[in-house]
Nanobody, 115 residues
Framework: QVQLVESGGGLVQPGGSLRLSCAAS????????MGWYRQAPGKQRELVAR???????SYAESVKGRFTISRDNAKNTVYLQMNSLKLEDTGVYYC?????????WGQGTQVTVSS
């Protein structure tokens, strides 16, 4: 059974950094598109970063230049490095397939940016 588990969230001050991890089990996902999504309070879930086979990346305009998505195929893990965090980055972050379809949604990991 395929499972994706997010980790690495926490409380951070504006301008700080966090690295989120998404560990996959039950499948080797090197050939699959992967994405990071977030849902801010009162907002719809949105795609913030995507990595597609064989390695091209794309980002939401709001995070360009600050976030970097990467993957370690040997570890079956995808990462989201978040730098220069802003208050508006607060939300629950999820990983999932990057398209064209999504799988089920896990519990995500909470990121809170607060001074």
């Amino acid at each position: 059974q395929v499972q994706l588990v997010e980790s690495g969230g926490g409380l951070v001050q504006p301008g700080g950094s966090l690295r989120l991890s998404c560990a996959a089990s039950g499948i080797t996902f090197s050939i699959y598109n992967m994405g990071w999504y977030r849902q801010a309070p009162g907002k719809q879930r949105e795609l913030v970063a995507r990595i597609i086979y064989p390695g091209a990346t794309s980002y939401a305009e709001s995070v360009k230049g600050r976030f970097t998505i990467s993957r370690d195929n040997a570890k079956n893990t995808v990462y989201l490095q978040m730098n220069s965090l802003k208050l508006e980055d607060t939300g629950v972050y999820y990983c999932n397939w990057g398209g064209p379809s999504n799988g089920s949604w896990g519990q995500g990991t909470q990121v809170t940016v607060s001074s």
